[in-house]
């Protein structure tokens, strides 16, 4: 590059390194105060812990890598909170897919958790089965709600971005009071085909 | 105190304060109903693309809606627990439709209800075989059996998000003494849900303390809304503080089930807006 002599690239390296330390003490610090409410967060969204620790661990790696400012804890923090929670959401939906190639009888692989002996590898096959037959009766129950609650679900859960409540409700003309009476309706009824599963 | 909609919503898409988290993970290892809540969200997200795809099937392919109803106060309150009289009340049924179809102008253009499946399995049971088997109904019988089929017709309208529908098909038939509550409570939710605060408020102010409790909450629930609507704050705010209040009993096993917190929202939201702008009560 003509005018950049050795001084001035050396001078950018050092500041995209002061820039990277700063962000990594960011993030450090964020995790060393919230790790452990991240870990429950993705396992109350995985499932298990080894999952969620995963999800911890890749949300951590993706903020490191990131661009843009971190202007201090609190927005790492929030930031990291939201990686999370979307490495949490990956892990089941790869869970689900790899569950659905698996052989029949054969045990699926499971993303960072290797389980120790075939014994238990079978018995996590089964819950995996039972996971993916439970989704299929959901989107079955998803096609049966009523046009009101089904345009909720997608507006205020599916739509990427999803849309905040007032946003809902400037879109359809339905009052917020509505729409969460139809947002609650919805997943009451999808709620209970889980309770019905469980019980 | 559950989580909120919005909570949830905030927890779904990663939007949850930090300083919050903890607290809402806390009440989901203590509250099943919102953990419940928030695993369909997570199944939703985590299938978003299949999701999507169901709701575009759904609207290219619309199917009847067969989600069951919730809130069965009304049917255990009967005591129907004789197979004759089940049976009495599925002829008498089909007797009232054939009524009724051929006397309302509403029903010979074809808008009411799809027959259910119960209608078409007597199809084929003649009159003979009827009397054969049970003897007549009585009348009582009969009048019951077009309350049931009324109320399950109003309640598919409710779910389909049609209140005008509502209104018209229990404006065809006076509300009987039995389930005039029912009758009552979803003829005001569509008077609100149809833009009619006014008339919402005096039909669901008319479900005393002596109403079913299933819908008693959710009528009240409505009719603070409908009196928001109508400018009426401190009528709307005394009710939504009572709802707010601590009660058991309120489950998922209710129709438009409302969480105390909901009500607490919308309270301290109309509280705030009052403060903010200083307006007259």
Redesign the interface.
């Given at each position: 590059m003509q005018g950049s002599g050795p001084g001035e690239r050396q001078v950018a390296r050092n500041s995209r390194a002061e820039y990277k330390l700063s962000r990594a003490e960011l993030v450090a610090a964020a995790v060393e105060q919230n790790r452990e409410i991240w870990v429950r967060l993705g396992m109350r969204i995985t499932g298990n812990r080894h999952d969620a620790e995963d999800a911890v661990q890749e949300a951590v790696s993706r903020v490191l890598a990131g661009v843009g400012d971190l202007p201090d804890v609190e927005s790492a923090g929030r930031y990291l909170t939201r990686s999370v929670n979307h490495c949490a959401i990956d892990r089941v939906r790869a869970r689900s897919r790899l569950t659905s190639f698996a052989e029949p009888g054969e045990p699926g692989p499971r993303l960072g958790s290797v389980a120790a002996d075939q014994e238990e590898r079978l018995v996590l096959r089964e819950e995996e089965t039972a996971e993916a037959a439970q989704v299929g009766e959901m989107l079955r129950r998803l096609k049966e709600l009523p046009e009101a609650q089904r345009e909720a679900v997608e507006l205020l859960v599916l739509r990427e971005p999803p849309l905040k409540l007032r946003e809902a409700s400037d879109l359809t003309g339905a009052p917020i009071s509505t729409l969460h009476s139809r947002l609650q309706s919805a997943l009451g009824n999808l709620r209970e085909m889980l309770s019905e599963n469980v019980h | 105190m559950h989580l909120s909609?919005?909570d949830?919503?905030d927890?779904?898409?990663?939007?949850?304060?930090?300083e919050d988290?903890?607290e809402q993970?806390n009440h989901?290892d203590r509250c099943r109903?919102c953990?419940?809540?928030?695993?369909?969200?997570?199944?939703?997200?985590?299938?978003?693309e299949?999701?999507?795809e169901?709701?575009r099937?759904?609207?290219a392919d619309?199917?009847p809606?067969?989600?069951p109803f919730?809130t069965q106060a009304p049917r255990a309150n009967r005591g129907w627990a004789s197979k004759h009289l089940r049976l009495a009340a599925t002829i008498a049924v089909a007797a009232l439709l054939a009524v009724i179809i051929w006397t309302s102008p509403i029903l010979q253009r074809g808008e009411l209800v799809p027959a259910s499946d119960l209608q078409a399995e007597l199809v084929d049971l003649t009159t003979d075989q009827f009397v054969d088997t049970i003897g007549r109904p009585s009348s009582d019988a009969v009048r019951r059996a077009g309350e049931e089929q009324l109320l399950e017709g109003a309640r598919q309208a409710l779910?389909?998000?049609q209140p005008e529908h509502v209104l018209e098909l229990l404006s065809t038939v006076p509300p009987a003494q039995s389930d005039a509550d029912y009758f009552r409570f979803y003829m005001g939710v569509a008077h609100y849900?149809a833009g009619q605060p006014e008339d919402a408020v005096t039909v669901l102010e008319s479900l005393g303390d002596g109403s079913d409790s299933a819908i008693l909450r959710q009528a009240c629930w409505y009719r603070a809304?409908a009196l928001l609507r109508l400018g009426r704050t401190d009528e709307s705010l005394q009710i939504l503080d009572e709802l707010a209040a601590p009660r058991l009993g309120l489950g998922?096993e209710n129709?438009?089930?409302?969480?105390g917190s909901?009500a607490e929202a919308?309270a301290s939201e109309v509280r705030e807006l009052l403060a903010s702008t200083d307006a007259p009560r």
């Open positions: - | 909609t919005e949830l919503l927890l779904i898409h990663g939007d949850t304060q930090v988290l903890d993970l989901m109903e953990a419940d809540a928030y695993a369909v969200l997570v199944t939703l997200q985590a299938h978003r299949d999701a999507l169901a709701l099937e759904a609207e619309p199917t809606n067969t989600i919730p779910l389909a998000d849900l809304n998922a129709f438009l089930f409302v969480f909901e919308l």
